[in-house]
């Protein structure tokens, strides 16, 4: 039986910074000892709505960083894009204003116990957690390069001091609005062979993350992913936010992203039966 | 007696057993107790009733397997579960060893499904109930859910009461989804049932306007939430007006102290949250300490006594 | 020819009428459209749906009639109104007079009363359609609500289409508090209704803590407004999938384009908005201008050219 | 057919003062021309919660004073009593929030049109409408003598500049806190006597205006009361809000107090009805 992280809270934390980043909205909520059990990979489930809201679900979210000292005491930082409803309402909130977080939750990006070359492949808001991961890489010694792909620049989440933790960036837009025009899986095997790559990190869009293990399956890398899947409860009692993953005795099995995930081994993951069962699961019946 | 130092008894009973709080988890919205385990004491509990077991493992259906909609969710799991073997082997020892009291809800697709899964519980130590989930298709009467059709639903409770003994009471979970809900509960209850647990979900659907498909994998699926509280309290109402012996676990949209009073006040005698656990890790509690201090307001000094008030004229 | 310039047809059609507009108002949810006239153009909705009208005045039930819930509201009005005479004397002239085209929802405690209100209907110059509210007691049945009961169900729309003629569209509205939908759904179009209405509202209560009563003087009411809507969506998509020909007046819930288009992909022909014109007074307007924006965004020409898309693989 | 309040408008007020005065906030809206339309007894129906609000009907509440001068053009006062969900939400707003309201709805207090000696008796924040009515009487060249009650001292909303307009101020508290201790109907027979009162205006629970009427009616007077009955749409389209009322023909009939109210003449409602259908109610069926 998995469980759940065992450093996860329920806490009202206070933000202290919400401004308009690009499409996004770069959140700072002051979040005490929280923030110091959070590792790169890590969510927060976040209740929105206030009080007598229609909307009785937690949103999840990626810790964007988290950092246990300075003027508030410990902090974690979101990457919000206002989407739906949920995410509009968070993104309206105030500074000062309070909002109800579950954190941190979820598996963590492993990393290498030997110094290695990393790549690291984000989509849209799945840059968020790649940046508080490139530090801790940079602190182990590996090289450590990124690709930020969205459809548009505006899309493109890649703050200052968040470039300052890689090697080298490279950015793809769909509309070629900056960087390379086109999606991040066309650079992918120059970027690989040029710096010698030799574990991938990725977390974005699914169907991102499902050819970016197609690269690294042929590159006969180790890919570590954060997937995304809808979740209704984050702590792993509802069993929502499943998919196909063949375990290591070789058996797939429904898996909760919430608890063993959103950090997933890339080859595990049977990305062509996403959304589906796929025949053979254990307890199949369908 | 001052009525301050009054003790206030928030018992509950089912059939031969007593449970210390009339506060449980709902079916499929504790996970296997261990995850809530990290927010709650789970010995705080009435008990913990357990995810539907059926007799294999199953892999649940194809996600998406959840839409939220106003005030409510729908959800269709499809009973994803290890089965009823591995169950006995690990979840439920982890559930008594960590003093959790356990009502384990069964489910099966067929009547000899329900009568084997009744004997595998028959004297597992520890255990203080059965929950029977007969909103499950039945494979031998096309499909049709057991809990929609009067004869099929006295066949499992029947079939049930005959394999589990007497001993642990067996509680019968009924659907909202029919035309005479007190048809189908009278005919439960003149089968044996020892409580009725009421009630599942709505039967419902949401379509993506985007990608202009049902929102679920599956299609249809399972409304629960605040949303349903109304429904239920009717539900809860009509059953108890009409078999006022029989002890109901009310549950549907209970998020707080006030919705528990409510449904108690319907007739329910003990009360299971569910979705609101997963917009709320601790809703649990929350819910237990607000309806004793509500219940203590308004003079009760036990559970047993606000069950059914407003019946009375 | 490009798409912006493009006509788009909001049409609609029941029977062997066609409405310029797929918004109406629900039943009951619209006063006698005098009211609703201050803030909205009557001409601008498909038609108005009246309250549903008996034989007989009715003073409808005492107070309190209403109670809010999450996401929806409780009411038990019991039908208040002029009666079928005083109606056509003076509140069908007035929408006539201002533009309203009108269906007349008709309510009755017999299959008589049903025949009575049709024949009386049968030529009144101006109105569109006639819509059947089933979801009534038969007092002739032990009070068992005629939508709960296929025969009875059968028996009110047979007797409804001989007396109302061939001209003016039938539409049946169906209660979601059934078994099965799908099966009523059968009988009444077999009994020549020329479309449906679904949903109406579902049974249920609420209980005031602090009284200790049922919130509502009739005890239970209907439950509408968002709440509801995946319980509609669900049923009108069943309803579509086994009688493709047959137009359905989608509602239960619709407060935004987004949702109308919703329940238009699971197969509805046009749209009744009951509960969101308490809210806001010109909520109508505002879902046909939204959903026809949706639509067009889609690319769709046409209401007709979405209904039932979610049908398809 | 009556009909609906033929000003009535929907539109977005701004907030221009939200203060907490005893037991209920004071809030003044910004209401442009709305406010010229507004007679004494009116009352504005306004949207709760927000959108993704699980509240989906709107609150009535009695025009405080509609002034159509001043700093912010039209203003549109308010006494709100924060009770349940709806009302503390909208105590909660912040000055320069925006509100959705439908106003002015219903009927308001006739005016006698010679002058006459008029008491006006409130219960709770039913005082609210009294004032603005004392204003246009004492315009009218009435005596104006004005009873408030409430449960405790808190509960009297009774500002200033109210007390300016009427000619006495007798106050009731249940708990004995201010005033007299008792309830209003106690003093209401020696104040009938001593200022020679012709017409009485009451605003308040329902039970208290029960009680009213029986001492006007006993004394031979005119009694217009606001009612107060749960209403779901304030705009006549839902028939929740009705009470039984005796029409000018002598039929009993279930009347919409949303839009032939609030403000009805005391007499003619079937106080002893209330919550009930009267025996020979037009269209009895029960
Ligand atoms: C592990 C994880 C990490 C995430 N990290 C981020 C992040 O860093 N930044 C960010 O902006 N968003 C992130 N999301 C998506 C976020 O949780 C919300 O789903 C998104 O903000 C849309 O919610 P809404 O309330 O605005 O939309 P609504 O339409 O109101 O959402 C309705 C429901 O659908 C679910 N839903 C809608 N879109 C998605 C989606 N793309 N994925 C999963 N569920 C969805 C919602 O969670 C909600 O339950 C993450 C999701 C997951 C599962
Ligand atoms: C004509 C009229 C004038 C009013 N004027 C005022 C006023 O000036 N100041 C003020 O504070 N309040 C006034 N009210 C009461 C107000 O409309 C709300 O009912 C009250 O604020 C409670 O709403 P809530 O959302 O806080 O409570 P909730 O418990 O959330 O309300 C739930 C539902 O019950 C209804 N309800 C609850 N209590 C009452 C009540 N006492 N009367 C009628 N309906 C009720 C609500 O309107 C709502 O639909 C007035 C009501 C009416 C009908
Ligand atoms: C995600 C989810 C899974 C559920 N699984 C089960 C189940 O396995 N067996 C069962 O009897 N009920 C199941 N239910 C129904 C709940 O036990 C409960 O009856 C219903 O959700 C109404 O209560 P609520 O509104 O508090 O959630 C499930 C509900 C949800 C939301
Ligand atoms: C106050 C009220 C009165 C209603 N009266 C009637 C009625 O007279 N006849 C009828 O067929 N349906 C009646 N209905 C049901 C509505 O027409 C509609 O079917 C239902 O409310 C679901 O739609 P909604 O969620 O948009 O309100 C009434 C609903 C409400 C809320
Ligand atoms: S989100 Fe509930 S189990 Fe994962
Ligand atoms: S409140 Fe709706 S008719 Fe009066």
Redesign the interface.
């Known amino acids: 039986?998995s469980?759940?992280n065992?450093r996860?809270q329920?806490r009202n934390l206070e933000i202290i910074s919400n401004k308009k980043v690009g499409a996004y909205h770069h959140m700072v909520l002051a979040a005490g000892d929280m923030a110091q059990h959070c590792s790169a990979g890590n969510f927060v489930a976040v209740?929105v709505?206030g009080?007598?809201?229609?909307?009785?679900?937690?949103r999840a979210f990626a810790i964007y960083r988290a950092s246990d000292r300075g003027q508030y005491g410990g902090t974690i930082e979101l990457v919000i894009a206002p989407q739906g409803?949920g995410s509009r309402?968070l993104t309206s909130l105030d500074i000062h204003d309070v909002v109800?977080i579950?954190g941190p939750l979820g598996t963590s990006f492993g990393i290498p116990t030997e110094p290695a070359s990393a790549l690291l492949v984000g989509g849209g808001y799945g840059s968020a957690p790649l940046f508080g991961l490139a530090e801790v890489l940079k602190e182990r010694g590996c090289r450590v390069d990124m690709v930020l792909g969205a459809s548009s620049a505006g899309k493109i989440y890649a703050p200052l001091e968040g470039k300052r933790s890689v090697n080298s960036l490279t950015i793809t837009t769909e509309d070629g609005g900056a960087g390379i025009k086109g999606r991040v899986t066309q650079v992918l095997p120059d970027l690989i062979e040029k710096h010698g790559i030799e574990i991938i990190y990725s977390c974005g869009p699914m169907p991102m993350i499902a050819a970016i293990e197609e690269i690294s399956f042929k590159a006969g890398l180790v890919h570590q992913c954060a997937v995304e899947?809808?979740m209704?409860?984050g702590?792993?009692?509802?069993?929502?936010?499943?998919?196909p993953v063949r375990d290591p005795d070789g058996v797939i099995?429904?898996t909760r992203s919430c608890?063993d995930g959103p950090v997933m081994d890339g080859s595990r993951v049977i990305w062509d039966s996403l959304?589906?069962?796929p025949l053979g699961?254990?307890?199949?019946?369908? | 007696m001052d009525k301050q130092y009054q003790a206030f008894d928030p018992r509950c009973r089912f059939g031969r057993k007593s449970f210390p709080s009339p506060i449980f988890t709902a079916s499929g919205c504790a996970g296997s107790g261990k995850e809530l385990s990290q927010f709650i004491g789970l010995d705080e509990l009435g008990a913990v009733v357990t995810k539907s077991i059926s007799v294999k493992p199953r892999s649940g259906r194809a996600t998406p397997r959840m839409a939220e909609t106003p005030s409510g969710m729908l959800n269709s799991i499809g009973l994803q579960g290890p089965g009823i073997d591995q169950f006995l082997a690990e979840d439920i020892p982890w559930l008594i060893a960590n003093d959790a009291r356990v009502i384990v809800s069964i489910s099966g697709e067929t009547i000899e499904e329900y009568a084997s899964l009744a004997r595998k519980l028959r004297g597992v130590p520890g255990i203080s109930g059965i929950e029977v989930n007969i909103s499950c298709p039945n494979v031998e009467n096309r499909g049709m859910v057991f809990a929609c059709d009067p004869v099929a639903s006295k066949l499992v409770v029947e079939s049930v009461r005959r394999n589990i003994g007497g001993e642990l009471p067996t509680i019968v979970k009924l659907s909202p989804d029919v035309t005479d809900l007190v048809a189908i509960a009278g005919e439960v209850i003149a089968a044996g049932a020892d409580g009725l647990a009421l009630i599942n979900t709505l039967l419902g659907m949401a379509i993506d306007i985007d990608n202009m498909r049902p929102k679920l994998a599956g299609m249809t699926g399972g409304l629960s939430g605040p949303a349903i509280r109304p429904v239920a309290v009717r539900a809860i109402y009509q059953v108890h007006a009409a078999f006022k012996g029989i002890p109901i676990l009310g549950m549907g949209g209970v998020a707080s102290g006030r919705d528990a009073l409510e449904l108690i006040m319907a007739g329910a005698s003990a009360i299971a949250v569910g979705t609101a656990n997963f917009g709320d890790p601790t809703a649990v509690i929350k819910v237990k300490s607000e309806l004793i201090e509500l219940l203590k307001e308004r003079g009760f000094n036990s559970v047993a006594s606000a069950v059914g008030v407003a019946h009375e004229k």
């Open positions: 039986m469980s759940i065992r996860a329920q209740s709505g009080t007598g809201s229609s909307m009785i679900l937690r409803q309402w109800d579950v899947e809808a209704a409860c702590i792993g009692i509802c069993m929502t936010c499943v998919l099995k429904m608890i959304r589906k069962v699961t254990w307890g199949f019946d369908g």
